[in-house]
């Protein structure tokens, strides 16, 4: 069975650039998740899906963010206009249907993403 | 406020024992998890305590959890090279889901 998917594994994208963002969850997995680490720094929630609604996007850095998940599958994170500080691995997760009852979130392998 | 803070950096030599320590600061969080970032790979659940347990032994690994100081700690019995990595502490709040708080990751070194 695969595991949780990321393309691209590293991107490299001037300042004010478009990047989407692409995870492809556990087939079956209703919850999704993005998360991000910036510069060594702990790793961030950013938002949960949960199917193709959004269930708590409080992690959400601002408005240059928009992730999507159309038809409950995968999922895309662009970032439009990128900036620096938006530079650092993000992260995707997906679990199983249920809340607490499911003990673990399995992760992709992440994309570096790098705003020059 | 929403904080798990874990040492940086530990160097141990092979066949030491590794302790790896962190403190959170939700006392409603349910579970306490253990990952492992290799070079290159992605994150890896180690192991996971529930917050009504204060020890959990899985081969090599014993998790210690101290509810009432918040701290929690993974131990690696007979380090070896295999398990040099980043190791990230995370809580998991009250309220379900796998929306977790993750600590900054704490780089293990095993020297020969």
């Known amino acids: 069975e695969a595991g949780v998917t990321q393309f691209p594994s590293h991107s490299v994208i001037e300042k004010g650039q478009t990047v989407t963002l692409r995870c492809d969850p556990i087939?079956?997995?209703?919850?999704l998740y993005w998360y991000r680490r910036v510069m060594g720094k702990e790793i961030k929630f950013l938002l949960h899906?949960?199917?193709?609604?959004?269930?708590?996007e409080s992690g959400m850095p601002n408005n240059r963010f928009l992730a999507e998940r159309t038809g409950g599958t995968y999922s895309t994170l662009k970032v439009q206009p990128a900036e620096l500080e938006d530079s650092g691995v993000y992260f995707c997760a997906s679990s199983p249907r249920g809340g607490a009852m499911n003990t673990e979130a399995f992760f992709g392998q992440g994309t570096r993403l790098t705003v020059v | 406020g929403e904080d798990v803070e874990q040492s940086l950096f530990l160097s141990v030599r092979e066949g030491d024992s590794s302790v790896i320590n962190c403190t959170y600061t939700?006392?409603?969080?349910?579970?306490l998890y253990w990952y492992k970032q290799e070079p290159g790979a992605g994150l890896q659940l180690l192991t996971y305590?529930?917050?009504?347990?204060d020890m959990k032994q899985d081969q090599r690994l014993t998790v210690l959890l101290n509810k009432k100081d918040k701290h929690l700690s993974l131990r690696i019995a007979d380090t070896q090279t295999g398990d040099s990595a980043i190791y990230f502490c995370?809580?998991?709040?009250?309220?379900?889901?796998?929306?977790?708080?993750f600590g900054a990751g704490t780089r293990l070194a095993v020297h020969p």
């Open positions: 305590i529930f917050s009504n347990m």
């Open positions: 995370a809580e998991r709040p009250s309220g379900g889901y796998n929306k977790l708080i």
């Open positions: 939700d006392s409603s969080s349910t579970y």
């Open positions: 899906f949960v199917k193709e609604s959004k269930q708590d």
């Open positions: 087939s079956g997995h209703d919850n």
